[in-house]
């Protein structure tokens, strides 16, 4: 299986820095801002943000996670079940401009899920959205305000995001085939 | 992820990986319950029938709360008004229901296997919220999750069921899952009701509540049903009270601390005292919280895979 390398831990790394400036910038600061990570990889990301965020600001932000499980699409007629996990978001997101993290976008599903379980938990001012690769694709009217890269794939591609917390490394690669090492998070 | 059977119909014979599975699916819906809109969509477009041929208040609200929480169209019969009274046969009104495109099914009858014969003549996914006196898998799989929220673990928890063992299905389906987790399971209550041959099934009897109490992590006290007395299985509800209810005198002798569950409805004062029933030993509305995140579990579980 041919593997090809997007990142490396340091270009992981640059990307999150830069996201995270990008962040502050077009919010100017922290004010009102809270981010909510995706789960599984999009809630480590969203923590990592947030770290960075404070050490830019030296403000703190709410981070919160969230489980898309019962508000995908293709729940029924599946023959094994996505496993369940719980939404952490342990803050009223009323109000709040909230800075949405996912790992990958392809085909917008998975966000229109995670928007709509948001907008049963309260009612943000703002949502933006964030994600480490944008790898085209789409099947839903949804577009990232940051991004860390985006890569042209073919469908016959998986993208795979490897974080230190879930997967002991870091890293982004492209992998050719329709069998990935690790099952991708299309929703 | 996914369970092994399509119903959920006892707790006998459930492997431990299912039993684990629907308790950590209901952490999750714990969750959605203490969110101010407390409805999530997986069963949108599902239509669940309660089939209730006794009568039953929590059971019956429980499930009914979950289904709508996760987007069901619900249909609830209970017998009295309903064509059971007009001599249908179980078969027969379970066929009606199916006729209707129902695709769930939750059962509560007086027969025992009950939701066995259902399974085995309708399409629909069955799930058992009591058949006789066999099995009650909700109750002891809300039971199991809030010992563990409380207890943190099941492995080795020493759990004594107290009361009328041989009438209630709430013990047995007990018995099973707790044995299945891990845990050591003891019965405690008058020989008259407790049943022969108990033990095959790996819990220790005792007749004395004396005698265990000093051994015991919790205690799980069934309601004492009236009927029984009139049928002579123990003499009278004071003297039942002064032997087998649990009171704070009687907790004295516990070594370890205690935690108390009642299924409910309470009898404050025979099997249980009224000051223990709100003490800070009782989960005894947890418990009734639980239910509905439980529930919901199941359903979902059940409802989602083909």
């Given amino acids: 299986m041919k593997k090809s390398k997007l990142f490396d831990s340091a270009g992981f790394r640059r990307t999150i820095n830069r996201l995270a400036h990008e962040v502050v910038e077009k919010n100017k600061g922290t004010e009102g801002l809270a981010i909510v ?24 932000v709410q981070v919160g996670c969230l489980d898309i499980t019962l508000y995908r699409d293709d729940l029924h007629g599946r023959l094994e079940q996505p496993q369940l996990k719980s939404t952490e978001i342990l803050f009223d997101i009323s109000g709040k401009i909230l800075v949405l993290v996912d790992d990958v976008l392809f085909t917008g599903r998975t966000v229109r899920a995670a928007l709509n379980a948001l907008m049963d938990i309260g009612r943000p001012a ?43 490394e870091e890293g982004v690669y492209v992998i050719e085939g329709d069998e990935p090492e690790q099952k991708e998070k299309k929703p | 992820m996914k369970l092994q059977s399509r119903h959920l119909l006892g707790l006998d014979g459930m492997s431990k990986e299912d039993i684990q599975l629907i308790l950590d699916t209901a952490v999750s819906f714990k969750e959605v319950l203490d969110r101010p809109i407390k409805k999530v969509p997986p069963l949108q477009g599902k239509t669940i ?43 027969d009104t379970a066929r009606n229901i199916e006729a209707m495109k129902v695709d769930m099914v939750v059962i509560r009858h007086s027969a025992a296997g009950a939701a066995h014969f259902l399974s085995r003549v309708v399409q629909a996914n069955v799930l058992n919220a ?48 707790l044995i299945t987790m891990g845990a050591k399971v003891s019965v405690c209550g008058p020989a008259t009701l407790i049943p022969r041959d108990v033990e095959k099934l790996g819990v220790s009897v005792y007749h004395r509540l004396e005698d265990v109490l000093p051994k015991v992590d919790v205690l799980n006290v069934l309601r004492i049903q009236l009927e029984r007395q009139e049928r002579g299985l123990f003499p009278s509800l004071r003297e039942y009270h002064r032997y087998f209810g649990v009171t ?14 009642h299924p409910g409805p309470i009898n404050r004062d025979v099997e249980i005292s009224a000051d223990l029933a709100d003490s800070e030993h009782s989960v005894i509305l947890q418990q009734v919280t ?14 989602t895979t083909n």
Avoid: W
């Fill in chain 2, 130 to 177: 009591g058949d006789g006196s066999h099995e009650h898998p909700t109750q002891a799989l809300l039971d199991m999750f809030t010992l563990r929220e409380k207890r943190g673990s099941l492995e080795g928890l020493h759990v004594c069921i107290v009361g009328d063992v041989t009438h209630s299905r709430v013990a047995r389906s007990n018995i099973f899952g």
């Fill in chain 2, 49 to 91: 029938a309660n089939m209730f041929f006794e009568s039953s208040t929590r059971t019956r609200l429980s499930f009914e709360l979950a289904e709508r929480r996760l987007s069901a169209d619900v249909v609830s019969f209970t017998t009295a008004g309903s064509s059971v009274s007009k001599g249908e046969t179980l078969k």
């Fill in chain 2, 248 to 261: 704070k005198e009687k907790m004295a002798l516990a070594t370890k601390p205690v935690t108390i569950m």
């Fill in chain 1, 126 to 168: 703002q949502i933006q959205l964030l994600v480490l690769v944008d790898r085209g694709h789409r099947e839903l009217p949804v577009k990232a305000d940051f991004v860390g890269k985006s890569v042209p794939t073919s469908m016959k591609q998986q993208v795979q995001v490897l974080m230190e917390e879930v997967d002991g």
């Fill in chain 2, 290 to 303: 639980n239910g509905v995140a439980i529930r919901m579990a199941a359903l979902y579980l059940l409802g």
């Fill in chain 1, 37 to 60: 990570g995706i789960r599984t990889r999009g809630d480590y990301l969203a923590r990592r943000i947030a770290q960075k965020i404070e050490e830019i600001e030296g403000k703190s």
